[in-house]
C-alpha cells in the first residue's frame, strides 16, 4: 500500500473530502462521502494513507465477492480462491487497490452487481424476485454514484429483470415504481453536490452546483464527453481499443485465462442447469455490452505512456467478468472431475494448486506492485512548495502537478501560505464565486481568463494578471506557459526556478547567469527519484521522473537557448561556458548519487540526455574557440568526443530506442577533424 500521496487523481480526490468539496466530473459523491467520514473519524494516519487504506480494504472485499460468485455459480471452493486471487494480484488490480481513488469502489460495485444478477436468477417465487429486484436496483443506483462506466453492467441486467418481472406478473405501475423509488434512493449520494455548494466552504471543489444546469453539466460530464476519457476530437475505433484491451489482459492475466473464459461461456451456456445458463448469459451480456459501447467512445488513439495508464484502469472492470466467467468454467471442470473420481480429497489437491498458482502470481508481480515506500509524490510536491517563498502564487495546470499541491496545502495543511492557482478553474466563471472569495481574496482577477493575446472585458490574459498582481506576490508557474498564451512577450519571461518557473519583468533587467546561479537546486539527495526500470511509461512514477530530470538540467539548456540570440560574442561565450560547467555539475551530481545506491539500475536514464546536450556544447565551444585559441578547441574536440562516445555506446546497448541524432553523432565521433562540421546551434 502506498504509505503516503499516489499520482493521478488521488491529490485532488483527497483534498475535496478533507472539505466535502465536489471532485472532477461527475464528482463520484459516494467515495467523497466515505472519504469524508475515513478522513474525519479514523484515528490514526494522514489523509492519503486513510484513504489509501480505504481503497485497499474495499479491494479485499471485492476479492471477496469474486470468491462467492465463482462458488455460488460452480460449487467450487477452489475455482473461486483461485479466480479472486489470480485477479486480485495481477498487476493493474493489485497496483489500482493500493492508492486512493475510485477504482476499488467501482470494482466492488461490478461484482456485488454480478452477485444481484446470481441472487436474482435463484430467487424462488414472485415475492423472492421482487425483493431481489428491488435490493438490485439499490444496489445499481449507488455505482452509478461512484463510475458511470457501471451502467454498461446495469443496462442489459435491468432488461433481463424488466422482462422477468413481466413474466411473474410483477410489472404493473405500482411495482415498477417500488423498483425505480429503489434505484433513485441510490442515487441520492448526488445530493451531495449541491450540499457541498450550498453548506461547505470547500477550498477546492468543482463547479456551483445551487445550479440545476451545472449539476447536470458535471453529472454528464459534458465538458469531457460523456464516456470520453480525454477532451480531444480524436477517435479509435472499436476494433482498435478492444485489441489494445485483449493484449494488456493476456500480459496482465495470461492467455490462459481467455481460454477459461471460452471454456466457461461454452459449458455454463450448454452443460449448466437453466439457472446457470440464465445467469451465464447476462454475465457474457455485460461483458459484451461494456466492450461494444466502451471501446467505441474511448477517445485515446494509439495509447501510450501515460495515456496508456489512463486507458488500462478502464479495463479493471471487464476483466473481473473475465476472471468470473473464467473461475466458474475452472470451478464447473473441477467438480465434474471430483463426482467422476468419486474422491472427496480432490477438493483439497485443486485448493493447493489454487494457492500454489496465486503465490506465483504474488511473486511475479510484487516486484512491480509494491509500494509500501513510495513517497516520490509526497517528496515532489513538499521540495517545490519548501522552495517558495512566503504568500507565492504558483499557476498550475493538469492531474500530475496540481494534485499533489492542493493535496499537501489542503489534505496536511502545509505551506497554506502559498496559493495555489488552477489555471483551468481559472478559465471557469464558478471559480470566481466559489474559489476566489475563500482561497485567493486579496488577488486581482479582473474578469474571467481566457489564454490568448487580446485582452478585452471580461476577459483578461495572462498578462493582464502579471501587470495586477506581479508587484504583490512572488508569481511562479509549474507548467509550461500554454501556447495560446504569446501575450507577456516583451513584457515578461518565465525564468528557471527549481522545478519550476520564476516570471520576471523585462523592464527590471535582471541578470540572467546571477539568477541562475542563485537559484535553488532539486536535491537528489532528499528527494531521490523513481527507478525508471521498475516503473512503465504508463505509471505516474515514470511521467514524473522524466520531468525532474528534464527540469534538472533545464537552466543550463535556458542558459544556452538565450546565447544562441546574443550578438555580443564575449557575452555569448560566456553563457555557453556556464552553461557547460551547470551541465558538468548534474552529471556528477547523478554520478554521486549512483554510488550512493540512491540512483539504481538503468542510470542511462538519467546521464543519457547530459551526455549529448554536454556533446554538442563541447562543439559549439569548438566553434567559438577554433580561431582564437586553438589549443582549447583541441580541448573541446576531445571533450565532445568523450561524451557523444558515451552517449552512442549506451544507445547501442540498452533497451532504449536509438533517436533520430544516433547515426549522426556515431559519424562525427569517428571524425579526427571538426572543422568541416555546418554547426547548428
Known amino acids: 500500500m502506498y504509505p503516503g500521496l499516489p ?38 494516519g494522514t489523509c492519503a494513507w486513510k484513504l489509501n487504506l480505504m481503497s485497499s480494504t474495499i479491494a479485499g472485499l471485492t476479492n471477496m465477492m469474486m ?47 454480478m452477485y444481484a444478477a446470481w441472487r436474482f436468477a435463484n430467487a424462488e417465487g414472485r415475492s423472492g424476485k421482487f425483493y431481489e429486484a428491488k435490493l438490485g436496483a439499490l444496489i445499481c443506483g449507488l455505482s452509478l454514484t461512484n463510475q458511470h462506466t457501471s451502467v454498461l453492467y446495469i443496462a442489459p441486467t435491468a432488461l433481463w429483470v424488466l422482462f422477468t418481472l413481466y413474466n411473474y406478473d410483477l410489472a404493473d405501475t405500482y411495482s415498477l415504481f417500488q423498483v425505480g423509488l429503489r ?48 477532451s480531444s476530437s480524436e477517435q479509435s475505433t472499436l476494433w482498435d481499443n478492444f485489441m489494445v484491451y485483449f493484449n494488456d489482459s493476456k500480459t496482465e492475466l495470461t492467455i490462459a485465462v481467455w481460454i477459461l473464459f471460452v471454456v466457461g461461456m461454452l459449458i455454463g451456456l450448454t452443460l449448466g442447469s437453466k439457472k446457470q445458463r440464465e445467469v451465464m448469459l447476462i454475465y457474457m451480456a455485460m461483458f459484451g455490452t461494456y466492450h461494444l459501447v466502451f471501446d467505441s467512445l474511448a477517445n485515446i488513439k494509439n495509447p501510450s505512456g501515460i495515456f496508456h495508464g489512463v486507458l488500462e484502469r478502464f479495463w479493471l472492470q471487464p476483466s473481473l467478468a473475465l476472471c468470473c466467467v473464467a473461475g466458474c468454467g475452472v470451478g464447473m471442470i473441477f ?61 498550475t495546470s493538469g492531474d500530475f502537478s496540481t494534485n499533489t499541491f492542493r493535496y499537501h496545502t489542503i489534505g496536511e495543511e502545509y505551506r497554506t501560505d502559498v496559493m495555489v492557482m488552477d489555471m483551468q478553474f481559472m478559465q471557469a466563471y464558478w471559480f470566481y464565486i466559489m474559489l476566489m472569495p475563500i482561497n485567493f481574496p486579496d488577488v486581482s482577477f479582473p474578469g474571467l481568463y481566457k ?57 527590471d533587467n535582471r541578470d540572467p547567469l546571477e539568477h541562475v546561479t542563485s537559484m535553488p537546486w532539486i536535491n537528489l539527495e532528499k528527494y ?138 556515431n559519424s562525427i565521433i569517428k571524425m579526427d577533424d571538426f572543422s568541416s562540421l555546418q554547426l547548428v546551434a
Open 67 to 113: 470468491f462467492i460468485n465463482v462458488k455460488r455459480f460452480s460449487g467450487s471452493d477452489a475455482a473461486g480462491v483461485l479466480a479472486a486471487g489470480w485477479c486480485g494480484f495481477s498487476r493493474v488490480f493489485w497496483m489500482w487497490s493500493i492508492q486512493g481513488e475510485v477504482f476499488s469502489l467501482s470494482n466492488l460495485f461490478i461484482m456485488v452487481i
Open 335 to 395: 467438480q465434474f472431475l471430483k463426482e467422476k473420481a468419486n474422491c472427496p480429497a480432490l477438493k483439497y489437491l485443486f485448493l493447493s494448486l489454487a494457492v500454489i498458482a496465486i503465490g506465483y502470481q504474488i511473486q511475479h508481480n510484487y516486484e512491480d506492485c509494491h509500494e509500501n515506500d513510495n513517497y516520490f509524490f509526497w517528496h515532489f510536491s513538499r521540495h517545490i512548495l519548501d522552495q517558495l517563498p512566503k504568500r507565492s502564487i504558483l499557476l
Open 528 to 665: 531521490p527519484l523513481p527507478d525508471l526500470d521498475r516503473y512503465e511509461p504508463q505509471t505516474w512514477e515514470y511521467t514524473m521522473a522524466m520531468s525532474m530530470l528534464e527540469t534538472y538540467s533545464k537552466p543550463a539548456t535556458w542558459l544556452w537557448n538565450r546565447a544562441n540570440s546574443m550578438t555580443d560574442q564575449a557575452l555569448k561565450k560566456k553563457y555557453y561556458e556556464t552553461a557547460m560547467n551547470m551541465m558538468v555539475e548534474n552529471r556528477k551530481h547523478v554520478f554521486d548519487m549512483v554510488e550512493k545506491g540512491l540512483v539504481t539500475k538503468n542510470v542511462v536514464y538519467y546521464i543519457s540526455p547530459l551526455e549529448k546536450n554536454l556533446g554538442h556544447l563541447s562543439l559549439i565551444l569548438y566553434s567559438v574557440t577554433k580561431r582564437e585559441d586553438p589549443e582549447m578547441a583541441a580541448h573541446w574536440t576531445a571533450q565532445c568526443k568523450k561524451y557523444w562516445t558515451n552517449y552512442v555506446e549506451w544507445h547501442r546497448d540498452t533497451v532504449i530506442t536509438k533517436d533520430s541524432m544516433w547515426n549522426t553523432l
Open 7 to 44: 499520482g493521478g487523481d488521488s491529490g485532488e480526490l483527497m483534498a475535496t473530502a478533507k472539505d466535502f468539496g465536489v471532485s472532477h466530473p461527475p464528482g463520484y459523491p459516494l467515495f467523497t462521502t466515505m472519504a469524508a467520514i475515513m478522513i474525519h473519524l479514523f484515528p490514526i
Open 183 to 230: 434505484g433513485l434512493a441510490g442515487l441520492s449520494p448526488y445530493l451531495q453536490l449541491p450540499i457541498s455548494s450550498i453548506f461547505f466552504k470547500a477550498r477546492v471543489s468543482w463547479g456551483d452546483h445551487r445550479l440545476f444546469s451545472d449539476f447536470k453539466k458535471h453529472l454528464l460530464r459534458e465538458d469531457f464527453g460523456t464516456f470520453r476519457l480525454v
Open 451 to 507: 489564454p490568448g493575446k487580446e485582452s478585452k472585458y471580461p476577459f483578461y490574459n495572462l498578462k493582464k494578471f502579471l501587470d495586477e498582481n506581479f508587484d504583490k506576490y512572488p508569481i511562479y508557474m509549474c507548467v509550461e506557459v500554454p501556447k495560446a498564451e504569446d501575450s507577456i512577450e516583451g513584457y515578461y519571461e518565465a525564468w528557471p526556478f527549481g522545478m519550476c518557473k520564476v516570471f520576471v519583468r523585462v523592464s
